[in-house]
């Protein structure tokens, strides 16, 4: 659904009329197209630590212009500050206030991205301080930029076996994905990566080149737009969805030139039919995206079971059990990624939703839980937690409460299913092997509740 006011106040009179009379100002957001560049200017990696050189230097090879001191006026594309050496909440002030210097010279739709280490990972509380610290300063940054730039951080889990560097493989993957366009209504949020599992793919515009991915709920809304996504970045798709969907199915398949299989997935074999369709249909299976899922919201007090049933089985129960038949496949053993869909309602709820947050909420709990049964074959599972998508769903809502969720973010919008769908494709690639049990919410921080 077109965003009327977007469009009116991006640009021209519209732009000075809205900030004369104080009202929200949006800007069309900078989203990924084939053959773009990964980021538009200068790049500054700010910061003294090895990590940082390293870093410095391994964006030169990807051609970026990168700067390591910044330039009197001159408009940047991205900030990357590192911060992977803190260890007392004093080493924050430098580098920050550094950085904070050249915020004024990011260009719209820029990028500011953190680099540093989880609080958990500490060795002692002055660290950890550190650390935690850098949660709550990236995330009030994120509210304060304009003109479209975000700020995201990435997160390196130390283990006593084994030290993350700046240039991870994972770590990599998610500083691309957060300088590109495919992030473009990711906003304040964190990426943890857990290992040197993962590789950058030989041709960044078909990351997914050669794979298998089954994606549910694929015949309209967010689920088509997953299905166009991973096949324009490579993958051969296996959509799924109800058969009273048969013909809106038949037509996405046929557009990723893919292959349709008609399937409720609550029924008890519905993991079997689908590693069956995909294995018989295209030799193996890769990558599972649970996007299928249903409301049907009543304020708690007049819930009847019916209404509660059906949400718990479509949006919860039938993962767990199609993730069983997946875990207990040969097929599904090489490197292996499923990628579930959450909602924000899962994090900070919502009114009228119980049923669906409880779902929502369980999805969460299921990723993190299933990432340890994952990882002895390589494998990976995480969520995206979408915010106020542009859907036909929310197009019906009231007039006033559509504008009102549209601009509760830090980017004054509502969501594409274009940019659920990018991140869906990020978590799906061999870039995010070191990412796993991890919920990326996709909602241009939404200012109500968690």
Request: net charge neutral.
């Amino acid at each position: 659904m077109t965003d009327t006011y977007t469009q009116l106040v991006s640009q021209g009179l519209g732009r000075d009329v809205a900030k004369r009379l104080g009202l929200p100002q949006p800007v069309v957001l900078r989203r990924h197209q084939p053959g773009a560049p990964l980021v538009t200017g200068p790049v500054l990696v700010s910061g003294d630590s090895a990590g940082a050189n390293d870093l410095a230097t391994t964006m030169l090879g990807w051609g970026l212009d990168v700067r390591r001191n910044a330039l009197p006026k001159e408009k940047l594309g991205a900030i990357v500050l590192v911060l992977d050496t803190v260890q007392h909440p004093e080493d924050l002030s430098k580098p920050v206030l550094t950085a904070g210097a050249s915020l004024r010279d990011l260009s719209p739709n820029g990028r500011v991205i953190t680099i540093s280490r989880t609080s958990q990972s500490a060795r002692n509380p002055a660290s950890a301080a550190a650390r935690q610290g850098i949660d709550g300063l990236l995330r009030s940054l994120a509210k304060e930029l304009r003109a479209g730039a975000t700020a995201n951080g990435i997160l390196l889990d130390e283990h006593l076996d084994e030290h993350l560097a700046t240039t991870s493989p994972s770590a990599l993957g998610a500083l691309r994905f957060f300088l590109s366009g495919r992030s473009a209504y990711v906003d304040g949020q964190f990426l943890t990566v857990r290992s040197t599992s993962g590789s950058l793919p030989i041709d960044a515009d078909r990351p997914l080149a050669g794979k298998v991915a089954v994606v549910t709920g694929a015949a309209r809304g967010i689920g088509a737009a997953i299905a166009r996504t991973l096949h324009r970045d490579g993958a051969k798709v296996v959509a799924v969805d109800i058969p009273a969907a048969g013909d809106h199915l038949a037509a996405v398949a046929n557009e990723v030139r893919g292959t349709a299989l008609q399937l409720d997935i609550s029924r008890d074999d519905a993991g079997h039919r689908i590693i069956e369709h995909a294995v018989e249909r295209h030799g193996r299976l890769d990558i599972v995206v649970h996007n299928a899922g249903i409301t049907r919201d009543r304020l708690l007090a007049n819930m009847d079971e019916g209404r509660w049933q059906s949400v718990i089985a479509v949006n919860i129960a039938a993962q767990l059990r199609i993730n069983e038949a997946l875990l207990a496949s040969e097929h599904f053993k090489d490197s292996p990624r499923i990628v579930s869909v959450a909602s924000t309602t899962g994090i900070a709820g919502n009114r009228g939703q119980t049923n669906y947050g409880a779902s929502k909420g369980g999805v969460i709990g299921m990723v993190r839980s299933t990432a340890a049964l994952m990882e002895p074959f390589g494998g990976t599972i995480n969520a995206v937690a979408p915010g106020f998508i542009e859907t036909e769903m929310t197009a019906k809502m009231p007039f006033a409460i559509r504008e009102a969720a549209r601009r509760l973010n830090s980017l004054k919008q509502g969501g594409q299913p274009q940019d659920v769908a990018e991140a869906i494709a990020f978590l799906a690639s061999d870039a995010s092997g070191g990412i796993s049990g991890e919920v990326l919410r996709v909602c241009g921080q939404q200012l109500v509740g968690a």
